[in-house]
């Protein structure tokens, strides 16, 4: 099914976790966020929100700086 990751597109099986998506994403394990769909996804929740086609979801990094 096609889903759209940071606003592009993406094949992905059916059954796709937001856990999934944002480990495709990011080796970061801290300091990562998650949308699906607009909607913030709590970190306890990605390994049970599975996403369906045409879903959007959004992986961001915090970084610092200045």
Known sequence: MKV???GEPRDVPEGTSVA???ASVTAAVTGVAA???DEVVRRSSWET???A???RIEVLNAVQGG
């Open 4 to 6: 759209f990751v940071n």
């Open 20 to 22: 999934e998506v944002v």
């Open 35 to 37: 949308a699906l769909n």
């Open 49 to 51: 929100t599975t996403l």
């Open 53 to 55: 086609h045409a879903d």
